[in-house]
């Protein structure tokens, strides 16, 4: 009996310690500090006076201080994020082009507190524009085009849908005397390609886009000032043409966007081109595909 009571004892014991061995540890994170004194500064790459979005290169050093972070999430505006410790980052930006986008940056402190500082900055990516459309379009330095106005479908339309101007096609030398005037000059420079286009005081515009060229009325020969040179944006194309039908590169066109016609659209996709002859697909204020058939200039 007794040692029955003796080994309950020692059982007894033994769950006590056991249990005391067992008591929650605790933890403490400090006092709970909110960031404050936040400061960003962003710097892309090769930014100057004259191109102050930078090189081309979509590099950008983002730096972000304050007092009481331990870690920052940085938001970049293109889709991506990233946890920065340091609070230095360089970020590629990878959309062609000039594009604006905010950075927003939220500074942790202890605790999980918070808080926030954004800043919006202007980026240009370029795009390495295919040799053989460089060579066709500007000849290796400066190519003057004009339209080719005794082609079948030198002026198209057709539905968003597919990509040939199923709706209308122009029969040789059968639109407006404005539509055939224009001068288009593509010259090439260092990587890129400018385009000026004289349009000897009118440029022929769809009706949809008049409010777009400030016109009160449609369709017509209006007079634009279409003067100026222009760097050309180059991209993939971002329709769903296929390279059977495409070269899959288009081009946005800075300024109102007009090349031999307005249609309010301003991104061109290069349908097909050679040393003869240039094929284009523009997007309309109408919602439609307009087509455009370009030759050189002789």
Same mark, same amino acid.
């Given at each position: 009996?007794?040692?029955?009571?003796?080994?309950?004892?020692? !059982?007894?014991? *033994?769950?006590?310690?056991?249990?005391?061995?067992?008591?929650?540890?605790?933890?403490?994170?400090? %006092?709970?500090?909110?960031?404050?004194?936040?400061?960003?500064?962003?710097?892309?790459?090769?930014?100057?006076?004259?191109?102050?979005?930078?090189?081309?290169?979509?590099?950008?050093?983002?730096?972000?201080?304050?007092?009481?972070?331990?870690?920052?999430?940085?938001?970049?505006?293109?889709?991506?994020?990233?946890?920065?410790?340091?609070?230095?980052?360089? +970020?590629?930006?990878?959309?062609?082009?000039?594009?604006?986008?905010?950075?927003?940056?939220?500074?942790?402190?202890?605790?999980?507190?918070? *808080?926030?500082?954004? /800043? #919006?900055? #202007?980026?240009?990516?370029?795009?390495?524009?295919?040799?053989?459309?460089?060579?066709?379009?500007?000849?290796?330095?400066?190519?003057? $085009?004009?339209?080719?106005?005794?082609?079948?479908?030198?002026?198209?339309?057709?539905?968003?849908?597919?990509?040939?101007?199923? $709706?209308?096609?122009?029969?040789?030398?059968?639109?407006?005397?404005? %539509?055939?005037?224009?001068?288009?000059?593509?010259?090439?420079?260092?990587?890129?390609?400018?385009?000026?286009?004289?349009?000897?005081?009118?440029? @022929?515009?769809?009706?949809?886009?008049? %409010?777009?060229?400030? =016109?009160?009325?449609?369709? /017509?020969?209006?007079?634009?000032?279409?003067?100026?040179?222009?760097?050309?944006? @180059?991209?993939?194309?971002?329709?769903?043409?296929?390279?059977?039908?495409?070269?899959? !590169? =288009?081009?946005?066109?800075?300024?109102?966007?007009?090349?031999?016609?307005?249609?309010?659209?301003?991104? +061109?996709? !290069?349908?097909?081109?050679?040393?003869?002859?240039? +094929?284009?697909?523009?997007?309309?204020?109408?919602?439609? %595909? $307009?087509? =455009?058939?370009?030759?050189? /200039?002789?």
């Amino acid at each position: 009996m007794i040692t029955n009571i003796k080994s309950i004892t020692v !059982i007894f014991l *033994s769950l006590l310690i056991s249990f005391s061995s067992c008591k929650k540890e605790e933890f403490s994170f400090g %006092a709970l500090k909110t960031p404050t004194d936040l400061a960003l500064t962003t710097v892309v790459a090769g930014a100057s006076t004259t191109s102050p979005e930078g090189d081309g290169s979509g590099m950008v050093n983002i730096t972000v201080a304050s007092t009481n972070a331990i870690s920052y999430k940085i938001d970049f505006g293109d889709g991506n994020f990233k946890m920065v410790q340091s609070g230095v980052i360089n +970020y590629k930006y990878n959309n062609p082009g000039t594009a604006e986008y905010t950075v927003t940056v939220n500074a942790i402190g202890t605790g999980g507190a918070t *808080s926030t500082i954004s /800043k #919006k900055i #202007k980026v240009f990516v370029s795009f390495d524009i295919p040799a053989e459309i460089v060579a066709a379009m500007t000849g290796g330095t400066s190519r003057v $085009w004009i339209t080719a106005n005794d082609v079948q479908d030198h002026f198209g339309l057709g539905p968003v849908s597919v990509f040939s101007p199923i $709706w209308y096609g122009a029969a040789p030398n059968t639109r407006q005397a404005c %539509a055939y005037d224009d001068e288009i000059t593509f010259t090439k420079n260092g990587s890129g390609i400018d385009m000026s286009v004289d349009n000897k005081g009118e440029s @022929f515009i769809i009706g949809a886009s008049a %409010a777009f060229y400030g =016109q009160a009325d449609g369709e /017509k020969c209006a007079a634009i000032n279409a003067s100026g040179v222009k760097k050309l944006v @180059f991209m993939a194309a971002t329709s769903a043409s296929t390279p059977d039908i495409s070269t899959r !590169i =288009q081009f946005e066109v800075p300024g109102n966007g007009i090349i031999n016609f307005g249609t309010g659209g301003k991104v +061109y996709e !290069i349908l097909s081109i050679s040393s003869t002859g240039m +094929y284009l697909r523009n997007i309309g204020a109408d919602g439609n %595909a $307009w087509y =455009q058939k370009l030759k050189p /200039k002789i």
